[in-house]
T-cell receptor, first 116, second 113 residues
Framework: DAGVIQSPRHEVTEMGQEVTLRCKPISGHNSLFWYRQTMMRGLELLIYFNNNVPIDDSGMPEDRFSAKMPNASFSTLKIQPSEPRDSAVYFC??????????????FGAGSRLTVL | SQKIEQNSEALNIQEGKTATLTCNYTNYSPAYLQWYRQDPGRGPVFLLLIRENEKEKRKERLKVTFDTTLKQSLFHITASQPADSATYLCALGRNNAGNMLTFGGGTRLMVKP
């Protein structure tokens, strides 16, 4: 298995532009998570899906952020319009739920976003 | 509000020594706790999981303890090697919270030869 695949690895854009980050989870994993990592705030959960359905999006900063999971093998995180404070590394992770209910996450390599 | 604290200062130790990293939490009742390793430019990688009813878990040179009274987990790496240098993150989860994981800020470990 190729693991969780994210694209692009690096994105540099100007304030006000739309940014779309993409994720392909591991086949057979039923949960998908979007995290954002910055030096100041660490790893923050933005949204997560279970069986393609958004379960909790309370971590999404504001309406400029949206996420979709149209099928089990693809998810997008969109920022429109982007702002300099959105600069961070965005991670996608997928997991399978263990029988006991615990999740073990497999992370992608991340998408480093810089908004000028 | 719930808080997960890891020492933000880097831990520097000599090769061969035991590294001990701490994860403290408040206002939280986790059902399980996990430790992840993160190398620069990469995503975190899962290392160990320990449940609330377990005191200790081992995997090769790694050992994790979980004290729900102290609200603390300790992560030990014995016979440390320079290749163990990385940032280590703890993460807490609750079975009834939609299986979400909340991460601490991580501690950077530097093992010097």
């Amino acid at each position: 298995d190729a693991g969780v695949i994210q694209s692009p690895r690096h994105e540099v854009t100007e304030m006000g532009q739309e940014v779309t980050l993409r994720c392909k989870p591991i086949s057979g994993h039923n949960s998908l998570f979007w995290y954002r990592q910055t030096m100041m705030r660490g790893l923050e959960l933005l949204i997560y899906f279970n069986n393609n359905v958004p379960i909790d999006d309370s971590g999404m900063p504001e309406d400029r952020f949206s996420a979709k999971m149209p099928n089990a093998s693809f998810s997008t995180l969109k920022i429109q319009p982007s702002e300099p404070r959105d600069s961070a590394v965005y991670f996608c992770a997928s997991s399978r739920t263990l029988g006991s209910g615990a999740n073990v996450l497999t992370f992608g390599a991340g998408s480093r976003l810089t908004v000028l | 509000s719930q808080k997960i604290e890891q020492n933000s200062e880097a831990l520097n130790i000599q090769e061969g020594k035991t590294a001990t990293l701490t994860c403290n939490y408040t206002n939280y009742s986790p059902a399980y706790l996990q430790w992840y390793r993160q190398d620069p430019g990469r995503g975190p990688v899962f290392l160990l999981l320990i449940r609330e009813n377990e005191k200790e878990k081992r995997k090769e040179r790694l050992k994790v303890t979980f004290d729900t009274t102290l609200k603390q987990s300790l992560f030990h790496i014995t016979a440390s090697q320079p290749a163990d240098s990385a940032t280590y993150l703890c993460a807490l989860g609750r079975n009834n919270a939609g299986n979400m994981l909340t991460f601490g800020g991580g501690t950077r470990l530097m093992v010097k030869p």
